[in-house]
């Protein structure tokens, strides 16, 4: 699908992050292609997911786009969203429509730039690169770059940036003012209210994930409730 063509049909729309880290109840290939079919037959345009097999396994099966990445930790770097040429390596195999990644100013592992990261999906396929940030510098940066949307997941990640119990509205709307590629709304957005504000706010698209793929955390968020603790407060510690 060309660039236009999968910009235009994610413009005002959902995409469901279908991910479950080893230490989930969820994890595994069989169980998230399952997610993300249920996420398409609710209306989603997209899903993001995470790992070489659950990329092409949700590709395959549902046949929506699907943004890639790869989460790997490394000793020398806190970056682990597709860190290195090896993450994005695997993303391209797997036929991934986007490629995103941790684009923060941070050092990655090995040393290796965003540049490289971004010459090698150029040089090698057509899928599209997508920024994740966590402030408008790195939004700016990222445009500057070369990358084709930026998207707010890093928000509240990194030591420097805002840290919120609900999603950065804030950021949202200033990178959507500031930057003449799409920018896509992710991290902690919980309710449908949230995703349409995001939208008014110039967001091209949302993303979101916790709030429909991880049953555990929404289950401890009722219970914590009931306790009458902090919903908000809770909501953070899930990651
Ligand atoms: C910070 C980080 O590692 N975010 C990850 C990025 O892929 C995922 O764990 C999130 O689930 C995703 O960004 C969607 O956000 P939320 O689950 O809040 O709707």
Known sequence: MDKETLLSRLRGKLIVSCQALEDEPLHGTAIMTAMARAAKIGGASAIRA??????????????????GIVKRVYPDSEVYITPTEK?????????ADVIAMDATLRHRPKGVT?????????????????????????????????????????SGYTPYSRRAAGPDFELIRNLSERLSIPVIAEGRIATPQEARRAIELGAHAVVVGTAI???????????????????????????
């Open 50 to 67: 995470n790992g070489r097999e659950d990329v092409q396994a949700i590709r395959q099966v549902t046949g929506l786009p699907v943004i």
């Open 87 to 95: 993450e994005v390596q695997e993303c391209l195999e797997a036929g």
């Open 213 to 239: 793929t991880r049953p555990h955390v929404l289950t401890r968020r009722f219970v914590e409730a009931l306790k009458g603790e902090c919903v908000d407060e809770c909501h953070r510690k899930d990651k």
């Open 114 to 154: 965003l540049r490289e990261l971004l010459r090698r999906i150029r040089e090698n396929s057509e899928c599209l690169a997508m920024a994740d940030v966590s402030t408008v510098e790195e939004g700016v940066a990222a445009e500057e770059a070369g990358f084709d949307l930026v998207s707010t997941t890093l």
